[in-house]
């Protein structure tokens, strides 16, 4: 028989908001058992199986999950005894949702699912096959392996076509389409969605649905006229609020109007339309509704209620271990905490921030990854095509040449479209090359600034002040440290910042290092007000290494009283930045282990790498010039960098922009 599969609700998480829900397609799992086990020599074992899978259904409207697990493994067990394959596959395919989707133990979900597809390959149900094929793609974007779980959607697409199953494929388009906006292609994500709506039919609602939401959440921005546009459509088809996936259309419409700071328009569109005494409490999205309606009275100044909700969400989260949707709850929370003066509750969290903040570092760098990955292959996969091309041009002229001699003309133009063809792709490749070495010098860059031993250094020194019962200097330092986190890894994506941006983040990161040293360092700034005002965009991440050299290398040894010096100037089109210290000196370091001389150079040479790829971008004026200051002969006083950065943007002054330059 066909296996019945209708899309479920599985969030997946937008990259720079909390919401709105992604839905993720799979198989349906409610089935007419009695369909299964129509056999006309039907006996003892096949009615006990029947049995048992009743029970099963019955646990599992109770929640009583172990207890399902229990009665659908001895039908399983007995199904295999019985060799009756279509019974082995339906509670097969049961039990594998009940581990993953309802305790959560992915361990035994990865073997039982391994064990469906080696044994539907046997049996060559490529139906089946694709089903368990899409799973194995989510288990994978589970484990941040998301060039492999690309493979596997890939894979289930083909065969889905080859069996021209369109359901089948609407879920292939969909997890690809998930995939790709988790990733943060975007446009590659939109055009799955898109796909994945041209294969429904207006009576499919479910489906409808589906494509909708998911194309609502690639826009990017959740307050955005397409996306609530995608909403309503979603909407529409939600003639009954229990249907499935219309929970996830409400709470992204209650969202919307949060982001549009109307608390009160998205407290009546949940309290008109979600009924809490419904809904399952291990729906995935009864968790980012308990999130919205967080932020829903943290907007209305109810703090108290506000942190109730925001701790049930934070236990959901935690069981699900989304790193980033507990990070952005914490904050959330440590908010509203707060405001009602509940400061000792929050430095209880701070073993979740020092567990899940190094998870979202490591997924961010693997979803950085990932796009390089995906980058090169789309890219191998237009030169392949550019390459057949080229051949059929070739054959055409050929025969062009031997039968029709008055086309000459035309191959000589064809001739030159070549060139032409040629010339852009050499320019395409330098372009591709040059994004790969910018993408990959900012790995480098968020390495050396949120690498492991920072982090250490840092928790070490709140769990001190919290040992010393200092806990308003282990709340502010806590505060400093969650602040200077979130900013880098906001700006990490973009080669490109603001300058008030770029200052904030080095502050931070100054008073972070004056807070865990032990011996007091002065600084001194000399910002011309002229930059505070214009704010240009300058590239980013270039003068936080410079600075952290100048107080861990040459202040930190020094035994003197420590100052350190930074000016910013600006003329004509660039900015000027000086950074000087009064410590030990480049030539401290001389008789260093070699170890301690590269981890002194990594920080200089990863910015002089990211400053030699702007150079060949075309802005000619990035310099920097290192001087050692001599106070009298053999004895040094400190040192001072120079860094001559190109202005990339500058404000509007009078309707009009004072500099543009490379855009």
Same mark, same amino acid.
């Given at each position: 028989?066909?296996?019945?599969?209708?899309?479920?609700?599985? $969030?997946?998480?937008?990259?720079?908001?909390?919401?709105?829900?992604?839905?993720?397609?799979?198989?349906? $799992?409610?089935?007419?058992?009695?369909?299964?086990?129509?056999?006309?020599? #039907?006996?003892?074992?096949?009615?006990?199986?029947?049995?048992?899978?009743?029970?099963?259904?019955?646990?599992?409207?109770?929640?009583?999950?172990?207890?399902?697990?229990?009665?659908?493994?001895?039908?399983?067990?007995?199904?295999?005894?019985?060799?009756?394959?279509?019974?082995?596959?339906?509670?097969?395919?049961?039990?594998?949702?009940?581990?993953?989707?309802?305790?959560?133990?992915?361990?035994?979900?990865?073997?039982?699912?391994?064990?469906?597809?080696?044994?539907?390959?046997?049996?060559?149900?490529?139906?089946? +096959?694709?089903?368990?094929?899409?799973?194995?793609?989510?288990?994978?974007?589970?484990?941040?392996?998301?060039?492999?779980?690309?493979?596997?959607?890939?894979?289930?697409?083909?065969?889905?076509? +080859?069996?021209?199953?369109?359901?089948?494929?609407?879920?292939?388009?969909?997890?690809?389409?998930?995939?790709?906006?988790?990733?943060?292609?975007?446009?590659?994500?939109?055009?799955?969605?898109?796909?994945?709506?041209?294969?429904?039919?207006?009576?499919?609602?479910?489906?409808?649905?589906?494509?909708?939401?998911?194309?609502?959440?690639?826009?990017?921005?959740?307050?955005?006229?397409?996306?609530?546009?995608?909403?309503?459509?979603?909407?529409?088809?939600?003639?009954?609020?229990?249907?499935?996936?219309?929970?996830?259309?409400?709470?992204?419409?209650?969202?919307?109007?949060?982001?549009?700071?109307?608390?009160?328009?998205?407290?009546?569109?949940?309290?008109?339309?979600?009924?809490?005494?419904?809904?399952?409490?291990?729906?995935?999205?009864?968790?980012?509704?308990?999130?919205?309606?967080?932020?829903?009275?943290?907007?209305?100044?109810?703090?108290?209620?506000?942190?109730?909700?925001?701790?049930?969400?934070?236990?959901?989260?935690?069981?699900?271990?989304?790193?980033?949707?507990?990070?952005?709850?914490?904050?959330?929370?440590?908010?509203?905490?707060?405001?009602?003066?509940?400061?000792?509750?929050?430095?209880?969290?701070?073993?979740?921030?020092?567990?899940?903040?190094?998870?979202?570092?490591?997924?961010?760098?693997?979803?950085?990854?990932?796009?390089?990955?995906?980058?090169?292959?789309?890219?191998?996969?237009?030169?392949?095509?550019?390459?057949?091309?080229?051949?059929?041009?070739?054959?055409?002229?050929?025969?062009?040449?031997?039968?029709?001699?008055?086309?000459?003309?035309?191959?000589?133009?064809?001739?030159?479209?070549?060139?032409?063809?040629?010339?852009?792709?050499?320019?395409?490749?330098?372009?591709?090359?040059?994004?790969?070495?910018?993408?990959?010098?900012?790995?480098?860059?968020?390495?050396?600034?949120?690498?492991?031993?920072?982090?250490?250094?840092?928790?070490?020194?709140? #769990?001190?002040?919290?040992?010393?019962?200092?806990?308003?200097?282990?709340?502010?330092?806590?505060?400093?440290?969650?602040?200077?986190?979130?900013?880098?890894?906001?700006?990490?994506?973009?080669?490109?910042?603001?300058?008030?941006?770029?200052?904030?983040?080095?502050?931070?990161?100054?008073?972070?290092?004056?807070?865990?040293?032990?011996?007091?360092?002065?600084?001194?700034?000399?910002?011309?007000?002229?930059?505070?005002?214009?704010?240009?965009?300058? *590239?980013?991440?270039?003068? $936080?290494?410079?600075?952290?050299?100048?107080?861990?290398?040459?202040?930190?040894?020094?035994?003197?009283?420590?100052?350190?010096?930074?000016?910013?100037?600006?003329?004509?089109?660039?900015?000027?930045?000086?950074?000087?210290?009064?410590?030990?000196?480049?030539?401290?370091?001389?008789?260093?282990?070699?170890?301690?001389?590269?981890?002194?150079?990594?920080?200089?040479?990863?910015?002089?790498?990211?400053?030699?790829?702007?150079?060949?971008?075309?802005?000619?004026?990035?310099?920097?010039?290192?001087?050692?200051?001599?106070?009298?002969?053999?004895?040094?006083?400190?040192?001072?960098?120079?860094?001559?950065? *190109?202005?990339?943007?500058?404000?509007?002054?009078?309707?009009?922009?004072?500099?543009?330059?490379?855009?």
């Amino acid at each position: 028989m066909t296996i019945k599969h209708l899309p479920i609700l599985i $969030q997946v998480l937008a990259l720079t908001n909390l919401l709105p829900i992604n839905l993720y397609p799979h198989q349906k $799992q409610s089935y007419n058992i009695e369909d299964i086990f129509s056999e006309k020599n #039907q006996d003892a074992p096949l009615d006990s199986i029947l049995f048992l899978y009743n029970k099963a259904l019955k646990s599992e409207i109770r929640n009583n999950y172990s207890q399902t697990e229990h009665y659908l493994k001895i039908a399983l067990n007995l199904s295999k005894k019985t060799n009756n394959y279509d019974a082995i596959k339906q509670i097969g395919n049961k039990l594998e949702f009940i581990y993953r989707a309802r305790l959560s133990d992915y361990e035994k979900s990865e073997k039982l699912n391994n064990y469906l597809m080696n044994l539907c390959q046997k049996k060559k149900d490529t139906s089946f +096959q694709i089903i368990r094929t899409i799973t194995d793609g989510d288990r994978e974007i589970r484990k941040n392996n998301y060039v492999l779980a690309l493979h596997h959607f890939n894979f289930a697409l083909k065969l889905a076509q +080859q069996n021209r199953d369109s359901l089948l494929q609407f879920d292939s388009y969909i997890s690809k389409g998930i995939l790709f906006n988790q990733v943060g292609l975007f446009t590659r994500a939109k055009q799955e969605f898109v796909r994945s709506l041209k294969l429904t039919k207006p009576s499919d609602s479910s489906q409808r649905r589906t494509a909708y939401i998911n194309l609502s959440s690639v826009q990017n921005n959740i307050v955005s006229d397409s996306s609530i546009y995608y909403l309503l459509k979603a909407k529409s088809l939600c003639k009954d609020t229990n249907k499935e996936n219309c929970y996830s259309v409400y709470n992204n419409i209650a969202w919307y109007y949060v982001k549009k700071n109307n608390p009160l328009k998205a407290l009546e569109v949940i309290n008109t339309n979600i009924d809490f005494d419904k809904i399952e409490f291990y729906r995935n999205d009864f968790s980012a509704i308990l999130h919205t309606l967080g932020t829903i009275y943290q907007q209305l100044s109810d703090f108290p209620q506000s942190i109730i909700y925001y701790e049930k969400a934070l236990l959901h989260f935690k069981k699900s271990g989304n790193a980033e949707r507990v990070i952005l709850t914490l904050d959330d929370l440590s908010v509203s905490l707060k405001k009602v003066g509940l400061k000792d509750k929050q430095i209880k969290h701070l073993d979740d921030y020092k567990h899940y903040y190094p998870l979202l570092y490591n997924s961010k760098l693997e979803k950085e990854l990932a796009t390089l990955e995906f980058n090169n292959l789309l890219n191998e996969k237009e030169k392949k095509i550019s390459s057949l091309l080229s051949e059929n041009d070739q054959m055409k002229n050929s025969v062009i040449k031997i039968k029709f001699s008055i086309y000459i003309l035309i191959i000589v133009i064809l001739a030159a479209s070549t060139f032409i063809g040629y010339r852009s792709y050499i320019t395409q490749v330098k372009f591709y090359k040059l994004t790969n070495s910018l993408a990959i010098s900012r790995l480098h860059s968020l390495r050396a600034i949120m690498n492991p031993h920072f982090l250490f250094n840092s928790f070490s020194a709140l #769990q001190n002040f919290i040992l010393k019962r200092e806990h308003l200097k282990a709340n502010e330092y806590m505060t400093k440290l969650s602040g200077l986190i979130r900013s880098i890894l906001s700006n990490s994506n973009s080669i490109y910042i603001e300058f008030n941006k770029e200052l904030e983040i080095i502050e931070s990161y100054i008073e972070i290092e004056k807070g865990r040293l032990e011996s007091p360092i002065t600084i001194d700034y000399h910002i011309d007000n002229k930059l505070l005002y214009l704010n240009p965009v300058i *590239p980013s991440m270039i003068l $936080q290494p410079y600075v952290e050299n100048a107080i861990i290398h040459g202040l930190t040894p020094s035994k003197k009283k420590k100052k350190l010096i930074i000016n910013f100037t600006t003329e004509e089109e660039v900015v000027t930045c000086v950074i000087r210290d009064n410590g030990v000196g480049r030539n401290y370091h001389k008789g260093q282990k070699k170890n301690h001389k590269q981890n002194l150079s990594i920080a200089t040479q990863n910015t002089t790498e990211r400053l030699n790829i702007i150079t060949e971008l075309g802005y000619k004026n990035a310099k920097v010039y290192v001087n050692d200051l001599i106070i009298q002969e053999g004895i040094s006083g400190g040192t001072e960098v120079i860094i001559v950065l *190109p202005i990339i943007k500058q404000k509007k002054i009078y309707g009009e922009e004072t500099k543009l330059y490379h855009n």
